[in-house]
Each structure stands twice: as C-alpha cells, then as structure tokens.
C-alpha cells in the first residue's frame, strides 16, 4: 500500500480561488498523478490558514491576509470527489481549546499537525523570519522549534506531525547548530511517542533549499526505535508532485527497518504494509 496523504489542491500562491482548484476536473487531475505512481490511497490536506474558521484560532498578520475561504465547503467537496478529508494545521500554543473547537466541528478523516511558527515567527518563509527573531542564533532557533513540535505532539490534537525536521529547511543558507542534532531530537521524540502520534516522511524537503527527505535519517531512526508510526507523504502543491520521489523515500524507509505506513478513516488509525 502508497498513499499521499500531505497533498494541497493549489499552490500557496495569492489568487488561488478554491472555484478554480477545489473542482472535479482538479480532483481528477491529482486522481490520475496518484493512480500513475500506484498510489491508493489519495488525501488533501490544505493548510487551515487559508479558511474563515482560522481566525477563530489564531489573528496572526498572515492568518489575517489568507483565511477567507469556506471551511465546510472544502470539507464537503472532497467527500463528494471520493477524497480523504484532511487538513494541515498548525499549532498554535496557547489556542489549543480554539484549535480543538475548530477541528472537531468537521469530519475530517486525519489532522496532519505542523509547525511552521515558532510563536510569531515564521520556520519557513521570509515574513517574520524566526532566523531573525533570534538573533541568527542556530542554537536558539532549533531549541524553540523543537520544543515547540514536542508541545505540538503532547497536545494531542493531531493524528500526523508534518515535516520534522522543517526548521533545516534553508539548508546551507542557515546552518544547524555545531553540536549533535540528537540533543534537540530526542525530546521531542519522546513527546511524539508519549503521545502516540505519526510522524510523516515527507519528500519536499528534496524540493526546497536543504535538498533532503524531512525527517534526517538520525530523527526518523530514534523515531523507529521509540516504536512511531509513519505516513509517507509528497506535500504537492500541483497535481505532477503526487507521489514525488517515492521511490527515494521508500528505499530510506525500508533502509530504517520501517515495513508499516499508517491509514487513515473518521480519523482512526490503521497499519498497512508499505510498498
Ligand atoms: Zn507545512
Ligand atoms: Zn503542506
């Protein structure tokens, strides 16, 4: 069993209208990518920030900008397009009870749980760049993130936690920490096993500056050892990234000894044989 659970209909682009992306005809599109890498099961996940509910949450300046679009309409439209209802949202810390309300308000079948902000500055993009919060100090920066995937593990609100390892993301550009990476890791591991959730292996850290699988074979190792399960996931914007790089990601699998990736149903967890 493949499946692609981490998959946005559009990219993270402005005028990008769910009139023009959440449609049969896009439905198929991405279909007919995930058929063609022998992918089964098919499961969108658009980032929560970009719908109204969202600042129920959170009225973060980027939040304020994004969150227009109708949450249940999208909910309702990938049932009928015979899609797994997913969504990726971030955690917030603080607004869990909000978060909460939100999510379970929907019938989602799997939350994928992310960490793009590490209080009010961003892990991934150049607006309020956390690099730049904390004085470009690589210790700094991975302390905070790290910590704040281990809160968004414990809080129990997500099924999947995407992308790690994201903070690596600009890759030579802002170099990790001197000392072993396994300092920061293994909290945060033993908060992900504490609170039995998934841990996705994603191929778009390949897309992006750092050029590597999130998580780093040493987190998704201490992963494997603390008895994690995982989903393996592209997390396409377009409909020719399902399934990217798959048979990169499954050889790193199997190489960590992982044979199981996990599906998902009303947001009941079930393991299949990978491959
Ligand atoms: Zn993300
Ligand atoms: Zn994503």
Known sequence: MLTDYHVHLRPDEADTPPERYFTAANA???????????????????????????????????????AVDDLDAYCEFLAAAGLRVGIEADYVAGAEER??????????????????????????QDRWD?????????DRVWSRYYEQLAAAAS????DVLAHPDLVKVWGPARPGPE?????????????????????????????????????APGFAALCVEAGVPFTLS??????????????????????????????????????????
């Open 28 to 66: 198929a599109r991405y279909r007919a990518a995930a058929d063609a890498a022998g992918i089964a099961e098919l499961g969108i996940s658009e980032h929560i920030h970009r719908f109204a509910p969202a600042l129920e949450i959170w009225r973060h300046p980027f939040w304020l900008e994004q």
């Open 99 to 124: 978060i909460e309300a939100v999510l379970a308000a929907r019938p989602f079948d799997y939350v994928i749980g992310s960490v793009h902000f590490v209080g009010a500055a961003a892990v991934d």
């Open 130 to 138: 956390v690099w730049e919060a904390e004085g470009h100090d690589p």
């Open 155 to 158: 809080s129990g609100l997500f």
């Open 179 to 215: 000392r072993d990476p396994r300092a920061y890791w293994e909290p945060a591991v033993a908060a992900i096993a504490a609170a039995g959730v998934a841990v996705e292996v994603s191929t778009a850290g390949l897309r992006k500056p750092v050029a590597e699988i999130y998580p």
């Open 234 to 275: 592209s997390d396409a914007h377009l409909p020719e990234h399902v399934g990217y790089a798959y048979d990169e990601a499954i050889e790193f699998m199997t190489g960590l000894g992982i044979d199981r990736l996990c599906t998902f149903a009303g947001r009941e967890r079930t393991l299949e044989r990978l491959g």
